[in-house]
């Protein structure tokens, strides 16, 4: 089972994290300080991510992070943070960690992110077993298939690619000269018109309502997202 480390010192926050987890098919193990935190992890070697809040009573996330990386340089690490601004402060903290998230966020974000870190970490094991799974979708990337709720969804080659992209960079917003570059190639002469099309086309076999979509979301002058 892939087991993820939660550690944030107020309740609901982490109640909310750990039933979305749970939901997503994850094993967790919960702390509310980071001395607690770092005690679990001992009992628990298996933990492929840990989730770390920055703000706590005691040692601070960056310190448990910190001390994480001292024996630990296999462990995905995602902080918690509050509030975006605090970026550029936070960035320069974060040596040890891999990903942040901040807060508030929705379970679609936070479980995409973790799954994300699984499948780098090869904790899921997710890549190499040939499937990537963000609910409600399972692509395999073996016979190269999508099932949306359990329903195969019949997609062209190129739209396979476009969702093998999306769902390897959840959360990720890629410019239509990226998306062109990845699947496309970059030999490909073609206009960027190609990709609003492919993904106007996809929408339709993949989103509840493609006139509102909610998975391939669209960055304005940008590009596109994919959900959350
Ligand atoms: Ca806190």
Known sequence: MKKVLVLEDESSIRSFIVINLRRAGYDVVEAESGEEALDKLKENPNVRVALLDIMLPGIDGFEVCRRIRVTNSHIGIIMLTARSQEMDKITGLMTGADDYVTKPFSPAELTARVDALMRRSGGGGEERSGEIRQDPFLLNTRNRTLEKGGQRIKLTQVEYA??????????????REEILDLVWGRDYFGELKIVDVNIRRLRLKIEDNATNPTYITTVWGFGYKWGF
Request: aromatic share 8%; proline share 7%; no cysteine.
């Open 162 to 175: 476009i969702m093998k992209m999306f769902m390897e960079n959840p959360g990720k917003a890629l410019s």
